[in-house]
């Protein structure tokens, strides 16, 4: 039997066992079908970006290793998000941060940039059939510091208000472009290494920055607020913490963006799902892999990532969850790094549109509480690989691990060649 055959046989297998528990699988696939996952760009070069003047580095995060490859200029990064699509099944996004602009070799700094930076891209994705996301850069600058929007000297505040203006400008001319809202990240590092006794003080700057960049409506953007718990060298205060975005995004019903990486490693991410729904509007999902700090490994198929998942789809809140990646390991194969991370994405949401929920809520409604957790035990091995076999091959991508020669093909023939 050839693979496809037995990938097909053992799906409709699968099919029947499913619908024993009331889970219907054809839906399952629509589904996922439908799930947009928003890559990220900066796995492809370990964050540096295009700037003429050049990407310092720092201001909290930082891209391990040096692994050959990187991808060296747009061409590059284009090519290699090219060859990730060609191993997943899907329609997908791309998001894009602010040093990633098509600057033409020209020192362009970040309070002077504009949508004409950004045209290349945006016709590039048109053709790739992808919709671009945005993000506002205010790290590994000569003016990011220790504090950028939280800033009291009026200087440096103003030129980053003004970079973030002109990100939200620029991520407006993507969404009229697109035809889609262009949805915008704004992730700032602000902090302080040392016990600080002004808490109060950059928090409130940081609000009233925001509530100057946010002054201009949009109609074609929407804006997002990332939190972070620490960065690196800046570890004893982050001003932008969870409380403080919570806060804001509830009261100015701003995106809230859930980073899995920026909490306390035994905090439930998953948890803040449904409360999140409630109070903000949508919800942004950086979906990343912290191992003992916010590390930014590559998204496996873990626990968090199935529950994230899972209370996505049971809160029934695919279209108001914006589903992106963050993670940026540079150890290892970059194009692999993606692969991996999306189809764990992948396979993290179609086990939550496989959950036999009808039948685990009609348990909980009659207080069986031994019946729920028995099921919910037991669908952890139903056979939902079956079905994730038949959605790589109907969608032309490779089954299983047979996307790793293809991968090996590509850095063989491309990145092995880049200096
Ligand atoms: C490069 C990204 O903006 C960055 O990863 C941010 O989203 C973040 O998570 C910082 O830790
Ligand atoms: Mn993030």
Redo the contacts with the bound molecule.
Sequence with gaps: MSKSELVQKSFEIAKERYAAVGVDVEQALKNLQKLSISL?C?QTDD?VGFETLGNQGGS??QATGNYPGRARNIGEVQADIEEVLTHIGGTHRFNL?AIYGDFGGKPVDRDQIEPSHFTGWMQWAKEKNLKIDF?S?S?GHPKSGDLTLANPDKAIRDFWIEHTKRSRAISEAIGKFQNDPCIM?L?I?DGMKDLTVNRLKYRQILEQSLDDIFATEYKNMKDCI?S?LF?IALESYTVGSHDFYLGYGAKKQKIV?L?T??FHLTESVADKISSLLLFTPEIML?V?RPVRW?S?HVVTLNEDTIELAREIVRADALDRVHVGL?F?DASINRIGAYVIGVRATQKAFLQGFLEPLAQLREYEANGQYFERLALLEEAKSLPWNAVWDYFCLSSNVEVGEDFIPAVQKYEKNVTSKRS
Excluded: L, Q, R
């Design positions: 990220h900066w964050v909290g995060i941060h993000n850069s790290f990240n992730w590092h990332e972070k960065g963006t980073d990486g920026h950086h990343s916010d930014d963050d940026f």
